[in-house]
């Protein structure tokens, strides 16, 4: 099993225990989409109580690579997947965050490339 493989497994494991409603197919897509990042053990989590960390995910993201331009719909969308991926959730893996704000503003085209 190749390090991707993986860690996609890792992520579709970690989707499945925390209940969180992405399929397999569409994490190997978003996790294959965040390149070498995802070996990086600071950059392959997001930190939600970090301010930065969000705004980065916001502009770099949200708006860069989805198009979306609607800053109220963009911070209620990163606060919900916060919420939903768990306040004591210490890992919340950068490729199910993605993949749960692309599902939000159906964007999942986006990968389909």
Do not use: W
């Amino acid at each position: 099993m190749s390090k991707l493989d993986e860690k996609i497994a890792l992520y579709t494991k970690s989707a499945s225990d925390l209940g969180l409603n992405i399929p397999a197919d569409f994490i190997a897509k978003v996790t294959k989409g965040l390149g070498p990042s995802i070996y990086k053990k600071d950059a392959e989590s997001i930190a939600c109580g970090q301010a930065s960390e969000l705004e980065t995910v916001k502009k770099n993201f949200l708006e860069k690579k989805l198009g979306i331009t609607d800053t109220a719909a963009i911070d209620k969308a990163v606060r919900e997947v916060c919420e939903e991926m768990g306040s004591s959730n210490r890992h919340k893996y950068r490729a199910l965050f993605y993949a749960l704000l692309a599902q939000k503003f159906n964007k999942q085209s986006v990968y389909n490339a």
